[in-house]
Structures are given as structure tokens and as C-alpha cells.
């Protein structure tokens, strides 16, 4: 009823007996390209795109509102169905805000590994973005292509925490298993390679006429647009605007580490794309620079905090106190301070933020996720107007959203 309610006063002003072309159509919610269950009422002139609403909600869980009803430690899991292409960063966003609320230093090989992980889920999201973008647009071999790597990455990941999608490879406090006998090995290796099969696709795709005619001119985000929607990550950075969280307010590694933020003023879906080549090129530049750094570290992977953090398993296995203590912990969860904190993080479609509301009890008295594509699917509705019915499959796909973050 509510949904209804909302979307009366679009219809209330719309004709749909008249003389002249205009028509209303829906775009999904079942459409292959709209990348989750998104509708999109159309208002139409002909081919050309006169309003649009994007009607959410299909896929809603109430995400939010279960990590109210769940200890801290239990909730984790459930963040990887957010941005399932990534689920590390959304792991790791959450942890991060946690670790900020209870004050809670992790081990630099932990940050290591972290940090790995994280620039892994930007390439495998990246080449899933390219790979479902040029199939939505007409490029068969780019898909296989960009797939082909993506499963070696996943490989990777499958390698370190068993899972393929949805990984929780990252706690609060720290990472879980330290790094498998070659895997570092068999990282550098695929990193190392990485940049040619990059060049690969752009030999496929970036002069390639078909391609520049489907995507220069198309989408366009002015600077302005970009700023009154909240629009971040390359979305911002495709209209001019250098902003990445990594370089604004660190974490973890980042302020160690040398790599560049690409950006553009072509504003427009071309442009985009270039964005996302470079900044694969940008992860590879800062996973070898973690691989050389972690035989530097000690072997900590957790930090030492027993009145939140369960103690090494050999220390379970062997002392009355530390069993007790991770049994409180299991049972009833840790028991942060009052406060509130918020945490942004950059994952792979843009700033990824936690609120977190603690009454110091175990459960979050409030939780709320700033979700990149939120902002991003809402900008669809100033951005399609003027653009013709055959750029929206262009114009979606560029924008990059998934829908596991929209409908929390």
C-alpha cells in the first residue's frame, strides 16, 4: 500500500490516452540488465526517455535491523550479501567501524593480509563490472575473457578462506588464518600477468568504434550532479572530482603505500571505463608492494584484547580463563563502550560506511550502512531523462550497482 502510495502522484499526472507518442513503460524488475531487481518507470517520447522513477524494494531483508537483533561477531557474516562481488569489503567496512568503537589496534600482519584481500575484491568486482558491461552492450568475448581471470582470482580467494563468493575472511580484530604455504607465490603470479590481459581487453574495446559510439557522450554526470546526489567512488571521480577515502582519511596500509587516484572529466560513460582499467592497474601496483612487506611482520593475527577478542585457540585449548572468556564471548557476545561511531571505507563501487549506535550493550543499538549504490541507482532518475531507450542498458550498467546493497 505504501509502495502504491508513493508512486500515485507519478500516474495521477501522466495521460495514457493521447494522441501523440508519448507512453509509460517498466524496465524491469525482471529485466537481465537492470542488475538486480530494479524498476524503472519510464516516461517516454517517442524513444527518447522524458521522466524516470526507479521503484526499489523488491529484494529487501531489513539488513539493518538484524544486526540490532544479533551479537557483533554474528552479524559479520551476513554483511557479505551485501556488494556480493566484494563481500571482503563489506567484511572488512564493518569490522573496521567495530575495531573504531572499542578502540581496538590490529597486528600489522593483519593489516597486511587485510589490505591484500581488499585489492583483490576490487580487481575480481572490476572485471565483473567489465564483463557484464560489455555483454550488455554487445561484447561477447570481453565477458569470457574478463571472467577467465576473475576465476583465478577467485582461486585465490578460495585458497585462503574456503569461499568463493561470500567470503567473511576478515574478524573483528584481525583475520582468521594467516596466508597458505606458495599462496603469496601464486598471488604475485597472477598480479604479474594481470596488466597484460588488462591491455587485452582495452586492445578489444577502447578504440573499438561499436564500443566508443555505444558509451562516449552517454550517461553524462556533470560535477554538480555528481555532488548533490552523494555520488561517490568512480562515479565522482569520472566527473573531475579527486576524492578516494584512501588517500582522504587512511586505514589500514594506505598511507604507505604509492599508487595514484585516475581521474577524469569526460564525465561521461566512456569515461568511466577508462577509470576502471587504470585503477585495476593501480591494485597491482599495491598488492606487490604488500607481498614484498609481509615476511617484515610478526605473526600475530589477532589482536590482544580478551574482554572482546577470544584468545589464540592454543591458549583456549589450554587455560580455564581464556575457555571462559571465549565462551562469554560465543554465548553473549562482547559488550562495547556507549558511543557512536562512524567509518567510511572506499570499496570497489565508492564510499562504504558504518554507523554504529552502542548502548554498551551486545548488540548495536542502532546500525546503519552507507551504501554507494543507493546513491547511484537515485541518480537515474535526473540522469535518463533526454537519453534515448537505447542507452539505459549503457547508462545502468555504468553506474555499477548491485542490488544486495540498495535493498538492505
Known amino acids: 500500500m505504501q509502495q502504491t502510495n508513493k508512486l500515485r502522484p507519478f500516474f495521477e499526472n501522466l495521460?495514457?490516452?493521447?494522441?501523440?507518442?508519448?507512453?509509460?513503460?517498466n524496465f524491469g524488475p525482471q529485466h537481465p540488465s537492470a542488475h538486480g531487481q530494479l524498476r524503472l518507470i519510464l516516461e517516454l517520447d517517442g524513444e527518447q526517455v522524458v521522466r524516470a522513477v526507479p521503484d526499489i524494494g523488491y529484494l529487501h531483508r531489513g539488513m539493518e535491523k538484524m544486526a540490532e537483533n544479533?551479537?557483533?561477531?554474528?552479524?559479520?557474516?551476513?554483511?557479505?550479501?551485501?556488494?556480493?562481488?566484494?563481500?571482503?569489503?563489506?567484511?572488512?567496512?564493518?569490522?573496521?567501524?567495530?575495531?573504531?568503537?572499542?578502540?581496538?589496534?590490529?597486528p600489522r600482519r593483519a593489516k597486511v593480509i587485510r589490505t591484500i584481500l581488499?585489492?583483490?575484491?576490487?580487481?575480481?568486482?572490476?572485471?565483473?563490472?567489465?564483463?557484464?558491461?560489455?555483454?550488455?552492450?554487445?561484447?561477447?568475448?570481453?565477458?569470457?575473457?574478463?571472467?577467465?581471470?576473475?576465476?583465478?582470482?577467485?582461486?585465490?580467494?578460495?585458497?585462503?578462506?574456503g569461499a568463493r563468493l561470500t567470503h567473511s575472511a576478515v574478524r573483528i580484530g584481525?583475520?582468521?588464518?594467516?596466508?597458505?604455504?606458495g599462496w603469496l607465490g601464486a598471488l604475485a603470479k597472477f598480479v604479474n600477468e594481470l596488466p597484460k590481459n588488462i591491455k587485452d581487453y582495452e586492445d578489444l574495446l577502447t578504440e573499438n568504434r561499436i564500443w566508443r559510439m555505444r558509451l562516449e557522450g552517454v550517461g553524462v554526470v556533470p560535477?554538480?550532479?555528481?555532488?548533490?546526489?552523494?555520488?561517490?567512488?568512480?562515479?565522482?571521480?569520472?566527473?573531475?572530482?579527486?576524492?578516494?577515502?584512501?588517500?582522504?582519511?587512511?586505514?589500514?596500509?594506505?598511507?604507505?603505500?604509492e599508487f595514484d587516484i585516475p581521474v577524469t572529466d569526460a564525465c561521461d560513460s566512456y569515461g568511466r571505463y577508462k577509470l576502471y582499467m587504470e585503477e585495476m592497474r593501480q591494485s597491482v601496483r599495491i598488492i606487490q608492494q604488500l607481498i614484498s612487506m609481509y615476511d617484515d611482520t610478526p605473526p600475530e593475527l589477532m589482536a590482544h584484547a580478551p574482554q572482546y577478542i577470544s584468545a589464540p585457540k592454543e591458549d583456549i585449548m589450554t587455560q580455564n580463563y581464556s575457555l571462559m572468556q571465549h565462551f562469554v564471548l560465543v554465548t553473549q557476545g562482547m559488550r562495547p563502550p556507549v558511543g557512536e561511531?562512524?567509518?567510511?571505507?572506499?570499496?570497489?563501487?565508492?564510499?562504504?560506511?558504518?554507523?554504529?549506535?552502542?548502548?554498551?550493550?551486545?548488540?548495536?543499538?542502532?546500525?546503519?550502512?552507507?551504501?554507494?549504490?543507493?546513491?547511484?541507482?537515485?541518480?537515474?532518475?535526473?540522469?535518463?531523462?533526454?537519453?534515448?531507450?537505447?542507452?539505459?542498458?549503457?547508462?545502468?550498467g555504468s553506474t555499477n550497482i548491485v542490488f544486495g546493497e540498495i535493498d538492505r
Not at 18 to 24: G, L, P, Q
Not at 135 to 152: K, N, Q
Open 341 to 396: 561511531v562512524y567509518v567510511p571505507t572506499e570499496s570497489p563501487k565508492g564510499e562504504l560506511g558504518f554507523y554504529i549506535n552502542s548502548q554498551g550493550d551486545p548488540y548495536p543499538y542502532r546500525l546503519k550502512m552507507r551504501a554507494p549504490s543507493f546513491w547511484h541507482c537515485g541518480i537515474l532518475q535526473d540522469l535518463l531523462p533526454g537519453t534515448y531507450i537505447a542507452d539505459i542498458v549503457t547508462i545502468i
Open 223 to 257: 560535477p554538480e550532479m555528481a555532488k548533490s546526489w552523494g555520488c561517490t567512488g568512480i562515479m565522482l571521480r569520472g566527473s573531475g572530482i579527486e576524492y578516494d577515502i584512501r588517500k582522504e582519511e587512511p586505514y589500514e596500509l594506505y598511507d604507505e603505500l
Open 15 to 25: 495521460e495514457f490516452e493521447r494522441e501523440d507518442n508519448h507512453m509509460v513503460i
Open 118 to 161: 581488499l585489492e583483490l575484491n576490487r580487481i575480481i568486482s572490476h572485471l565483473f563490472w567489465l564483463a557484464t558491461h560489455a555483454l550488455d552492450v554487445g561484447a561477447m568475448s570481453v565477458f569470457l575473457y574478463c571472467f577467465r581471470e576473475r576465476e583465478f582470482a577467485m582461486d585465490l580467494m578460495e585458497d585462503y578462506c
Open 70 to 106: 544479533m551479537i557483533y561477531n554474528e552479524f559479520l557474516p551476513t554483511t557479505d550479501r551485501m556488494d556480493y562481488i566484494a563481500a571482503t569489503s563489506n567484511n572488512y567496512g564493518f569490522a573496521l567501524a567495530v575495531e573504531k568503537l572499542i578502540g581496538l589496534e590490529v
Open 174 to 181: 584481525g583475520v582468521p588464518l594467516d596466508l597458505p604455504e
